[in-house]
């Protein structure tokens, strides 16, 4: 029997990344994710794992890189500051294909900015932080259990689709303590990477299958295949010729576009008959739901899309809720960033945020407001 355990957001996220199948970290100590290392330096060497603390949060993101392509399933995680310094790797392993997940534990910034404080800055630096034009997967939790959950799937995604997935948790999430009770592993649908049906002769590293995803041998199991962040052939050997370059970054942004359907995670609250509606994710998403129970109280028809997935951004769902919406209010722990894109699919004049910048988090009354005055129809 499941037993009740009261966790810590970054406890349930380094044990949904044991539970996934991990077997190596690399990372380095920065608030407020450090509790994520230290977790995994005690259990991963009990179950026959490595925990490597690096040096610095390049060097992290370049072993996971090594230990993913020997067949490990690899995580690291850090802050807004190491997420900066990360960047030229996630663009290397996004281009190499090497399935590793990077956990962010978001911090008030710019720079070293509000070290204990939370803050949901770092949402296009993680869809756009890197150079060049490829797709990404990243995903925030907003409770402890979905920390669990959504690690497990961060993992499972990147083995499937054999790319990085950035994991994307905020301070609240991060340090909050909850009432869980988490499955037993033999639950959980875990996913492993497809490994090459042919012989070493045979096998080309990048040569995808129908799905746009190349099967994935490991090093040392006698495949040998050249690893570049060069534009490469299917053999991983470098080119300049033009319909293979295009091919290749075409194919890193369809292989994830072409999954939207199950990629994109999310939770609807009350949605039925709304007539305004309120996106939030992560930490935010606990205030908004409490505030638009406040408002049902109140008469006002009003509901929230909790959003999972944030990339790739599910403006498809955006579209049909503003086919029914008159309003709809993004609360978000930053100057607004994931509102823009809710603009893009629902209209600016409809489309209300609702940010902080201070490092505090949201009163539910502060998302309350907006949604009362939105009372009276289109805007």
Excluded at 127 to 136: E, P, Y
Excluded at 176 to 205: D, F, G, Q
Excluded at 248 to 255: E, F, G, M, P
Excluded at 271 to 296: C, N, P, Q, S
């Amino acid at each position: 029997m499941t037993k009740a355990r009261l966790l810590q957001g970054n406890q349930a996220c380094a044990e949904g990344a044991i539970a996934a199948g991990v077997k190596f970290f690399a990372g380095y100590p920065i608030t407020p994710s450090t509790e994520i290392a230290e977790i995994l330096a005690k259990e991963l060497p009990l179950l026959g794992g490595k925990f490597i603390q690096m040096e610095d949060e390049i060097a992290s993101m370049g072993a996971v890189c090594g230990a993913a392509m020997t067949g490990a399933k690899a995580i690291t995680a850090t802050s807004g500051p190491g997420f900066s310094l990360k960047q030229e790797l996630l663009g290397y392993a996004s281009m190499a294909e090497i399935p590793v997940v990077v956990v962010n534990v978001q911090r008030a910034g710019p720079s070293t900015g509000l070290p204990t404080s939370p803050a949901q800055g770092d949402v296009m630096q993680a869809r756009w932080g890197t150079h060049g034009d490829r797709a990404v997967i990243v995903l925030s939790p907003g409770s402890v259990l979905e920390s669990f959950h959504v690690t497990v799937t961060a993992v499972n995604f990147a083995e499937k689709f054999r790319t990085p997935v950035i994991l994307l948790l905020d301070e609240v999430i991060g340090h909050m303590r909850e009432r869980v009770e988490l499955p037993e592993i033999s639950e959980l649908n875990l996913i492993e990477r497809k490994k090459p049906a042919v012989t070493p002769e045979n096998y080309e590293a990048y040569k995808p299958d129908e799905d746009g995803v190349p099967p994935m041998a490991s090093f040392g199991d006698g495949y040998f295949y050249h690893v570049t962040g060069l534009t490469h052939n299917y053999k991983g050997l470098p080119t300049q010729d033009a319909k293979i370059a295009d091919e290749l970054v075409r194919r890193l942004n369809t292989k994830i576009d072409d999954a939207i359907d199950e990629i994109t995670l999310y939770t609807e609250h009350f949605l039925e008959d709304a007539e305004t509606v309120v996106i939030a994710y992560g930490g935010t998403a606990r205030a908004a739901i409490t505030a638009v129970k406040k408002a049902r109280e109140q008469g006002i028809k009003v509901g929230l899309l909790k959003l999972i997935t944030i990339w790739p951004f599910p403006g498809h769902i955006i579209k049909k809720i503003a086919e029914k919406a008159h309003t709809i209010i993004v609360p978000e722990m930053n100057y607004g960033q994931l509102v823009g894109e809710v603009q893009r699919y629902a209209g600016m004049d409809r489309v209300v945020p609702v940010n902080r910048v201070d490092g505090a988090f949201f009163e539910p009354d502060e998302i309350l407001a907006p949604i009362i005055a939105a009372q009276g129809g289109d805007k």
